[in-house]
């Protein structure tokens, strides 16, 4: 069976969620797409964990939760906020060949790879799909350290970002080109009351693809 991401556990305020925009149950669900997020405020920050279709236990340090019920949280096909999907999730690494080898051993595909900087560093991202998602492994092209994987952020699709932009005013970054041609994204700031971080914009996946091999 293919990976599947199913949900994620968030440790952030569901009132914080509601404010930027997002429809929550009264049980702190929110259903974006076909993922729940499960929120669990005084747990931590940002994304503490996820359940994956096709995985079994933690991976790398990523922890794992159990698979959510059926009809986890209140569907909608568009928020408020505008938000109608997970694009991605990001997770980032001091060792991006011991992470990639533990979630191939674990049944995943590397499908690509891209070599980029930030802050001046260069970084390496290689992209795996769970389900309509995809996951973004980033880390140094040569080990830093030996610290686990952890769990960085998220970037969600919106039907329009400019009316996304208008409906939460100060509380969203300015929308700007990103890398990818043809895709235009927004920060939601830290002053929206969320700690995760998170990613608002049009998504296009169509780049260059390259396997990954870890001679770079």
Known sequence: MAARLAALAVA????????AGFVVDDAGRCLLGDVAVVLTPGTGTGVRAWAVEGLTGPVDGLPAI????????????????????????????????????????AGLDARRVRDASAGGKPIR??????????LEVVGPPEPSGDGPARFFGL??????????????????GEP???VQPGRRI????????????IQLGRCSRRQPRRRYSKRG
């Open 12 to 19: 952030d305020e569901p009132a914080a969620w509601s404010d």
């Open 66 to 105: 159990d698979l959510p019920p059926e009809e986890p949280a209140p569907a909608t096909a568009l928020h408020p906020n505008g938000t109608t999907a997970v694009d991605h999730v990001v997770v980032a690494t001091p060792d991006l060949d011991r992470t990639v080898g533990a979630l191939e051993a």
């Open 125 to 134: 991202q290689v992209f795996f799909r769970l389900g309509d998602p995809v």
């Open 155 to 172: 970037a969600l699709t919106v039907a329009d970002l400019d009316a996304t932009a208008t409906a939460l005013g100060d509380r969203l």
């Open 176 to 178: 700007k080109d990103a």
């Open 186 to 197: 927004a920060t939601l700031r830290r002053s929206a009351g969320c700690t995760t971080a």
